[in-house]
């Protein structure tokens, strides 16, 4: 008997695969959005056997400020950002600093997928089919100098592009941040894709971070810089709310956001019958990075 593509390729890969081969119909049903181009990577051990949620859920509730603060602003307006062609400058307290193409740092050869839950600090719950390399490689090929602590991000400032960027909702352009160590863990990846497709312009096309184990909000998208530096970068969140947000940003059900529970959660297209889950302490990824933070007040440091 001869296998056809879709006896040996997942079933969401394959339904994503003929959807890209059908062209622009198809791609309207993928949530209207321009045909994307299919990318293929391996599986990683490092990736949870929970069910994703579906491409629609994935790619019609976001949180993407600088296209609007409700959660399908973002799969309504992110179509007009112009992803190509793109570069992100690496600059600070490394040996090669430089504009990288989304290739050179995320070569088509090293991907991996990493099918992770992503705990937003709003209190509910995805798990997504992300596409990406560890961040890990990137700072290593640019070459951390000893003496780089931080790693800063930057999204793109766009505001012709970008309609909540011609509002001061935020202080334009979204930044976060990492530890040194934090960033070089192997959970850490620079995603340019999911579900077996480049990066959706809603989802922090061409090029985004993602932290599991972190509140969502850390997961910066778009980014055009990564700057080292010495000293702890402030970012956007904690800017804004320094009360609520802080860097660390750690899943954690036993520190609560002010004004909400963070002990439980509602996951996405379970249903309106289905219940809160509980949260789990660093999102289910304790045993990886729970040693990151031996020894720290997780209740001073949040
Ligand atoms: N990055 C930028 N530049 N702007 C944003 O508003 N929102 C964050 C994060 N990254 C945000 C961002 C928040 S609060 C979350 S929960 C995740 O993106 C959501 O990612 P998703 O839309 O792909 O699920």
């Known amino acids: 008997m001869k296998l056809s593509w879709s006896d040996v390729t997942p079933q969401w890969m394959y339904l994503n695969r003929r959807a890209f081969m ?8 993928l949530g209207g959005q321009a045909q994307a181009q299919a ?3 391996r599986p990683s051990p490092l990736s949870t056997d929970e069910a994703p949620n579906s491409f629609e859920e994935i790619t019609n509730y976001n949180n993407f400020y600088e296209f609007g603060t409700g959660k399908d602003d973002p799969a309504r307006n992110a179509a007009a950002l112009t992803t190509d062609p793109w570069s992100v400058e690496i600059t600070g307290l490394v040996e090669r600093p430089g504009r990288y193409g989304v290739e050179d740092l995320a070569p088509e050869n090293a991907l991996e997928e990493r099918i992770y839950r992503l705990r937003c600090v709003e209190a509910w719950l995805m798990v997504v089919p992300w596409i ?3 961040l890990a490689s990137v700072l290593n090929r640019a070459g951390l100098r000893p003496s780089a602590k931080y790693v800063e991000f930057e999204t793109l400032l766009r505001p012709e592009e970008m309609p909540g960027q011609r509002r001061p909702i935020l202080d334009w352009p979204y930044r976060e941040g990492l530890r040194i160590d934090e960033a070089m863990h192997p959970l850490t990846i620079l995603a340019t894709g999911l579900y077996g497709q480049a990066m959706p312009n809603q989802n922090g096309a061409p090029i985004r971070l993602v932290v599991p184990w972190k509140y969502g909000f850390k997961s910066i998208k778009s980014i055009v810089r990564i700057n080292l530096r010495e000293d702890q970068p402030m970012n956007t969140w904690q800017q804004m709310q320094p009360g609520e947000y802080g860097f660390y940003a750690n ?3 036993q520190v609560d956001h002010p004004r909400w529970s963070q002990a439980t959660h509602r996951r996405i297209g379970a249903g309106l019958f289905a219940g809160r889950e ?3 302490m660093f999102n289910g990824y304790a045993d990886q990075v ?3 933070y031996a ?3 997780l209740r001073v440091n949040y």
């Open 278 to 280: 509980p949260t789990l």
């Open 295 to 297: 020894g720290m007040d």
């Open 251 to 253: 899943v954690n059900p």
């Open 22 to 29: 059908a062209g622009s119909a198809a791609a309207l049903a």
């Open 132 to 134: 990406g390399v560890p």
């Open 290 to 292: 729970a040693s990151l």
């Open 39 to 41: 990318l293929t990577a």
